[in-house]
């Protein structure tokens, strides 16, 4: 999976793009989006043929240079979505062209195209998808997404990361299976990471087959905690049958409840501790029934919330 960086830029630079598994710029991955605002120019040929299924979905802009191309697998799809568009270098007739499964499926000759619209057929996608949104509410993020039509629909997953590179799961959803009328779905993560971060939009079918939708940035500031407070967990790693340290600095409350989760936002422990100064120390034991992965550590009071994550190896 790939996705422009916010930026735009050439098809072929890699810091155009924030791929995974695969190094950027896009190679044989089966999903490539470019992110409303950011235009792409293929300045050089992008053969992708050899790949296999290739879904390509543009909600900004991409150009072409004079005389170069862009190559897919049969069975592939390139899609504009609403306000995406298509352009055209210089050279007229086929200097230009979009190639799927060898044949020109569009070119320069048929001048600048504006989405909706979608070249090659992969099947009948599972669920169409209209809009997906994140947005700041307060000290939360609001995650809101509409669908259109759905097919072997089991569930959505959202997902956030703070790089576009590592994701980590925010919730899970259920789907409404087969449908063809509008859909609207809301959830609501109550941890966000602060600073620059991005949500996306994970959904499976009934088979396990599963497709990625956009991604969309959000920057959250945490306006809960008034001071400078921050919690110091060490160390980290840590090993199943050691303890993690929390260290409470410069917070000073009457009682604080503790809590420890991961991703999927499964509690592992829970404890209010009395009479926080700066300096107090607590442990949380790692437990055997605790499985290796990433891990949050929340401490909040009535009217604030400090957050750390660790590493269990």
Not at 45 to 50: N, Q
Not at 146 to 166: H, Q
Not at 173 to 179: A, L, Y
Not at 236 to 254: H, K, Q, R
Request: glycine fraction near 12%; charged fraction near 20%.
């Amino acid at each position: 999976m790939c996705t422009t960086t916010g930026t735009g830029g050439t098809w072929s630079s890699a810091s155009t793009w924030v791929c995974m598994p695969e190094s950027a710029p896009p190679g044989c991955v089966d999903s490539i989006t470019i992110l409303a605002g950011d235009s792409v120019y293929v300045a050089n040929t992008v053969d992708l043929t050899g790949c296999g299924v290739v879904h390509i979905v543009v909600y900004g802009a991409l150009g072409f240079k004079t005389g170069k191309k862009l190559k897919l697998d049969d069975g592939s799809t390139f899609e504009l979505k609403s306000g995406g568009s298509m352009s055209p270098g210089g050279g007229g007739g086929s200097s230009n062209y979009l190639e799927i499964g060898g044949n020109q499926v569009w070119t320069a000759s048929d001048g600048r195209k504006v989405g909706p619209l979608t070249y090659g057929s992969a099947g009948v996608l599972p669920v169409q998808l209209i809009s997906f949104e994140a947005n700041i509410n307060g000290n939360r993020v609001d995650v809101q997404w509409v669908t259109a039509t759905e097919i072997n629909n089991d569930y959505f997953t959202i997902e956030k990361s703070f790089d576009g590179k590592i994701w980590e799961v925010v919730s899970i959803v259920d789907g409404s299976g087969n449908s063809n009328q509008l859909q609207k779905y809301f959830d609501i993560d109550y941890e966000p990471l602060v600073g620059l971060s991005y949500y996306r939009l994970k959904q499976t079918d009934y088979d396990n087959k599963v497709e990625y939708f956009n991604i969309v940035p959000v920057k959250f500031e945490n306006n809960v905690s008034s001071g400078n407070g921050i919690l110091n967990l060490f160390p980290s790693p840590v090993s199943v049958g050691e303890t993690v340290n929390v260290e409470f600095s410069n917070i000073f409350e009457e009682e604080l409840l503790v809590v420890m989760r991961d991703i999927k936002g499964r509690e592992f422990y829970s404890k209010m501790i009395m009479n926080v100064e700066d300096g107090k120390l607590i442990g949380v034991p790692i437990e055997s029934h605790i499985p290796p992965g990433v891990y949050l550590i929340t401490a909040s009071s009535e009217n604030q919330l400090y957050s750390q994550r660790f590493i269990v190896k």
